[in-house]
C-alpha cells in the first residue's frame, strides 16, 4: 500500500519488522546452539589446558564457536534494530548480510571453477586426516564418521591406511596391517557389541577376501556419489538459504526508508 514517510510505517511494514524480529530471533537461537556447542567441546577435550592451548587454534571446535558468536551478535543487532525502529543498527545489519551474500557468490563461482582443485585438496586432507588419525581425536571422530555413514575406507582404497603408522605393516603393534573399525563391513559382534578389533590384518587379504570384512572403495569416491545422489535436496536448501537471505535483505532496505536519521 502506498506509504508517506512523513507517517512512519505502514500496515505491511509492520508486518515485515515483526517478520524480520521472528526471523532474527530464530537465527540467534541457533547461533547461541552454536556457540555452546563449541564452548562444551572446547572445554570437554580440555583444549584450554597448559599443554593444549598453543594449538587451540586449529582446533575445529574454535570454528563453531567463533560462527555461533558472529551469527549471534549479527542476528541480535537485525533484531534489536528492527524492534526500536534504530537506523543505524539496521544499515549495520543490512551491510553485513549484503557482505555475506556478496561472499557466498564469490565462494560458489571460485568453486565451480575450482573443481578439480578442491577434490585434489579434499584428498590431501583425507590422508593427512588417515595419518593422523590416532593423535588427533578431531581427525579422528571426523574419519570415523565419514567411513561409518558412507561404508567406505581410505581416501581411495583401504590400503591408505598403510601410510598410518599405526597401520602399517611395518608396525610393531596389534594394529599393523589393519584398518580402523570403521572401515569393516560388520563391526558388531553377536549383532550388539562393537568389535575394535575387527579390522586387524585386513590389508594382508586379498580384495575377494577382504570385501567380506571391510568395505574396500575410497571415500573420495562415495562422497562423489553422495553429493551426485542428493544434488537435488541440496540444490533446494541452498536456495532457500539463500532466499532467505535476499528476502531479509530487502526487508531490511524497506524498513529503513521511512526512518530519518539514527537514534
Given at each position: 500500500p502506498p506509504r508517506d514517510p512523513r507517517y512512519g510505517y505502514s500496515f505491511m511494514d509492520y508486518f515485515l519488522k515483526y517478520f524480520l524480529i521472528i526471523c532474527n530471533l530464530l537465527f540467534t537461537v541457533l547461533g547461541l546452539l552454536?556457540?555452546?556447542?563449541?564452548?562444551?567441546?572446547?572445554?570437554?577435550?580440555?583444549?584450554?589446558?597448559?599443554?593444549?592451548?598453543?594449538?587451540?587454534?586449529?582446533?575445529?571446535m574454535l570454528v563453531v564457536l567463533s560462527v555461533g558468536f558472529l551469527l549471534t551478535v549479527l542476528c541480535l543487532s537485525g533484531c534489536v534494530g528492527a524492534l526500536r525502529e534504530n537506523r543505524c543498527l539496521l544499515k549495520l545489519f543490512s551491510a553485513t548480510v549484503l557482505v555475506l551474500i556478496t561472499a557466498q557468490v564469490i565462494i560458489a563461482i571460485v568453486a565451480h571453477t575450482l573443481q578439480d582443485q578442491i577434490e585434489s585438496n579434499l584428498r590431501s586432507g583425507m590422508l593427512v586426516a588417515i595419518a593422523r588419525y590416532q593423535d588427533d581425536l578431531d581427525l579422528r571422530f571426523i574419519t570415523d564418521e565419514i567411513q561409518s555413514n558412507l561404508q567406505c575406507c581410505g581416501a581411495d582404497n583401504y590400503r591408505d591406511w598403510e601410510i598410518n603408522i599405526y597401520y602399517n605393516?611395518?608396525?610393531?603393534?596389534?594394529?599393523?596391517?589393519?584398518?580402523?573399525?570403521?572401515?569393516?563391513?560388520?563391526?558388531?559382534?553377536?549383532?550388539?557389541?562393537w568389535n575394535s578389533q575387527c579390522g586387524v590384518g585386513a590389508q594382508l587379504l586379498d580384495e575377494f577376501t577382504a570385501q567380506s570384512v571391510i568395505f574396500l572403495g575410497g571415500c573420495l569416491g562415495e562422497i562423489s556419489r553422495?553429493?551426485?545422489?542428493?544434488?537435488?535436496?541440496?540444490?533446494?536448501?541452498?536456495?532457500?538459504?539463500?532466499?532467505?537471505?535476499?528476502?531479509?535483505?530487502?526487508?531490511?532496505?524497506?524498513?529503513?526508508?521511512?526512518?530519518?536519521?539514527?537514534?
Open positions: 552454536l556457540l555452546a556447542l563449541g564452548v562444551w567441546g572446547l572445554i570437554s577435550k580440555e583444549s584450554f589446558a597448559q599443554e593444549k592451548i598453543s594449538s587451540i587454534g586449529t582446533d575445529p605393516c611395518s608396525a610393531p603393534g596389534v594394529l599393523a596391517c589393519g584398518v580402523p573399525a570403521t572401515c569393516c563391513v560388520d563391526p558388531l559382534e553377536n549383532g550388539t557389541v553422495w553429493i551426485k545422489q542428493h544434488e537435488g535436496l541440496i540444490g533446494i536448501i541452498v536456495t532457500v538459504v539463500f532466499g532467505v537471505q535476499i528476502l531479509i535483505l530487502f526487508i531490511t532496505i524497506r524498513l529503513l526508508e521511512p526512518m530519518c536519521s539514527c537514534y
